[in-house]
């Protein structure tokens, strides 16, 4: 959750540095391991509740895996 953003856009600089970090390899008991990520942004309107706010942001994660992962969506 971002609180405070100078401006709508900023939520998409935040998602491309986490796709960014998630995408290293590492290794777990000598596994090879690599994560995907799927973000999902919602951004809060006067008079929105906290459930209606986390619906849509869960919304636009299944549109996000659903576009092939590693990417984000409103």
Known sequence: MLEDLSAPDCTEI???????????????????????????????????????????AGQAMHRAKHAGRNCFRY
């Open 14 to 56: 935040v998602a491309a540095k986490l796709t960014a970090a998630m995408q290293a390899e590492f290794v777990v008991k000598g596994l090879h391991l690599q994560v995907s990520t799927s973000i999902g942004i919602a951004l809060y309107k006067p008079g929105m509740s906290v459930d209606e706010l986390v619906r849509q």
